[in-house]
């Protein structure tokens, strides 16, 4: 199996391994259970460290694309689909590897990213800060950075006060917390579909059951919900309120109003994942803010912005709920980083990180304009124009699942599996587009190609 | 409430509340349930920041000293004895606060730390690593740490390939992920008594019983083990083997390979927490070594070495398992901190680490043979010598616990509350004393203090 590595590329040696695996796996229409050549066999023919094809391997084992038998080495996985590309929540943020343009990728590409500000604050903190160099973060995080969160939550309409804010290693570890605090195996939840993978495994992890409310473009779908709350009596809503992952979508401030009302008569516990409020100008409708702190839980990120690897994100809730959590993060992490605590601190008080969020909004704005007007020039559907964020949600005249999938190799780009989004693991044509990747010429040309099959096929 | 804050103290400022609120509430034997002035008011009459004033109430609630009760602030704990010092597993690492000399610290001194490899290392990441800097970290972790750490493992004994080792953020993810992937609520374990404080926590969290072993001088109670496993068949046995916490004991080989005869024979999962392993020069028998990788999961981890704050552990197992955990770590957290690993790695590879280490040990020895020699002297009785590790288990001639609590805060040093280091909460006249803060004056004073009170009592 040749991979073709590029060792000067800015893709890491291993994404382009994942990407070569992939492409071996999915091009090559590998049937399920097939076994891997040996990491020792691929590692010699492509002059790599056996720990990197490993390490590649894994990586796609935990995206579902291979299995591992012990003794046997790696397998093709046999529930997969031989026609379906990386999972939509790869966690790497590579751009551009061998395997194709990830239009669907989750997060801003390498090429995006802006290390000067944040290699100072880095650097700074190594030098001058002892506390945060060797010790544990404390329960509720560092006083410092907690009252910058505070301020922003203001600038949001969010009040909250210093009791109420507890860091996160990122927006996962605040939804693992909650999730952990509040809910028991055959508990039941509400969630929005299409949504966010990484949460549905957290909940089937903890044994939890799903439900699903189809996410509009103005937010959930309202009756759906009330129905759903009626019939079924569920503890809690998960929602995504603005540049939804993966529809681009915002809550209207009539939807939230209806969401707070309904969750408020029924007791549903009110989860606001808002990780993306920082790539928007505008203020929008927050359920937190509406709520004015009446059990909505908030949370937020510097993942999507600053960086994914100085993890910190953050929950703003009632006191008492914060301390419950504090308990859980002291117990399953004793504290957490202080020193990637520090880093951010001082990003936000310096201002860098306000004026990096200044540039990412006004890039992506312009990108995410250029993307809408190639897909309308390409005659795909658009759900919704999103005004901030990531992700636009579209598909394309051309209907047929398998080709479209076939196109995107043809020219290059790599989509999304087709259930990646659905709680229930159901199949779609609707595709998640990163808006910084859109420009490339390989999206352009992808969006494109469909234009042959018109008309669409119903 | 006037707290005595020294701004010029390198003990940072949450922490010299968190000893003053520990000092008014142990040595003003407030009763429990007592409000605690407003945070408010605390800020104003100490010139403090209210966020400073609740980030340590909120620490001193994760302890177990305060309550807080939503609309009324912060109390006094219901549950808590008058007369026991701040919890035994305070994640601060702070070394001399105004509430005494912390002789139950579970980590170093911060005037132990050497700041300058690991800024260096720091800057140099910040510097040129941008996938360090911005990037998710993977599944498994970063590849060039674990090949260090796959090293450092066989110069343990303990043989595991590439596709064996998972990187956490410290230990206690590890541990965490570990109660996750394994036990469901009901589950019954083996734990050992006295044993690590945050285990007992985060075993309870998942529902998980806890059965106790005696820890004794050569390891647990290989009798009592059997017949706790012959009567309860306990799914696993996790187990400090070296350098305990908090006993500083260590298994004997003989010891050793009893506890892997009657786990293999009843199908106890093994889980060995070395988290000590570097603070000692020798090998020692190793579970995970005699074992031969047939099920015995081992745990390692930089924290009480290098950093706390740069969290970076790690777990070896079989390829399957962690496959298993990585599957959770991705989930959980999206993979952790790249930029800590980065760091990690470099710090190995460069040698930096494992001069650290040499010196540490250097000193540790100095210390601990000092200690020793002030407790023979002071006719205290010591569990074991320990010939490695952080800790020295000891017990003074004065059997009276309270009267031993209060010679603690006469002399201005700061214990463990009895039922610390207990599964069950039973409460005991062991000290767990950190070597490294037994040389102190204070310390040395305390040991001596009980000589008064002979001959002891039984």
């Known amino acids: 199996m040749e991979l073709r590595i590029d060792r000067q590329a800015m893709v890491p040696v291993v994404q382009q391994i994942v990407d070569g695996l992939t492409e071996w796996i999915v091009q090559g229409e590998v049937a399920p259970a097939t076994r891997l050549p040996s990491v020792r066999q691929i590692a010699r023919s492509n002059l790599l460290s056996q720990s990197c094809v490993v390490e590649a391997c894994e990586r796609l084992v935990a995206q579902g ?7 046997s080495g790696f397998m093709v996985a046999s529930g997969l ?38 290699s100072y604050a880095i650097r700074q903190v190594a030098r001058t800060d002892m506390a945060g160099l060797f010790n544990y973060g404390t329960p509720l995080g560092l006083p410092a950075l907690r009252e910058q969160i505070v301020k922003r939550l203001k600038g949001l309409d969010i009040k909250v006060g210093d009791d109420q804010v507890l860091t996160t290693a990122g927006a996962s570890q605040g939804l693992d917390l909650i999730v952990r605090a509040l809910f028991k195996a055959g508990d039941c939840v509400l969630v929005e579909s299409p949504g966010y993978a990484p949460l ?58 209806r969401i707070l009302m309904l969750c408020k008569a ?31 839980i908030y949370i937020g990120s510097f993942s999507k912005t600053l960086s994914s690897s100085i ?108 259930d990646a989004f659905s709680p229930s693991g159901e199949r779609s044509d609707w595709q998640r587009i990163n808006v910084a990747y859109a420009c490339d010429p390989r999206a352009r040309r992808f969006f494109q190609e469909g234009m042959a099959d018109r008309p669409r096929v119903f």
Chains 1, 2 share one sequence.
């Open 200 to 257: 549905f495994e957290l909940l089937r992890l903890q044994g939890v059951r799903m439900l699903e409310v189809r996410r509009l473009p103005d937010g959930p779908d309202t009756e759906a919900l009330e129905t759903l709350i009626r019939s079924f009596r569920p503890r809690a809503l998960f929602i995504n309120s603005h540049h939804q992952n993966p529809t681009g979508s915002s809550l209207t401030p009539a939807v939230a109003k």
């Open 311 to 418: 993890r910190v994100g953050y929950v703003a809730a009632d006191a008492e709920f914060i301390a419950q959590l504090a308990r859980i993060k002291t117990v399953s992490s004793l504290g957490g980083s202080g020193f990637c605590e520090a880093v951010l601190a001082s990003l936000l008080a310096s201002g860098a990180y306000r004026k990096l969020v200044q540039r990412l909004r006004q890039r992506l704005a312009t990108d995410r304009a250029a993307a809408l007007e190639a897909l309308e020039d390409a005659e795909w559907e658009v759900f919704g124009k999103p005004a901030g964020g990531l992700f636009i949600w579209a598909r394309p005249a051309l209907a047929d699942e398998a080709r479209l999938h076939e196109r995107a190799r043809g020219c290059g780009v790599a989509l999304s599996p087709p």
């Open 266 to 296: 029924h007791d549903v516990r009110l989860i606001e994942d808002d990780v993306y409020a920082d790539l928007h100008h505008g203020r929008g409708a927050r359920l937190a803010a509406l709520g004015d702190g009446h059990g909505v």
């Open 81 to 118: 689909s031989a026609r379906c590309g990386p999972a939509g929540y790869a966690v790497g943020g590579a751009g551009d590897a061998a395997a194709g343009l990830r239009l669907c990728c989750g997060v801003l590409p390498e090429s995006w990213r802006e290390p000067d500000d944040l």
């Open 65 to 71: 694309l291979l299995a591992v038998r012990p003794g």
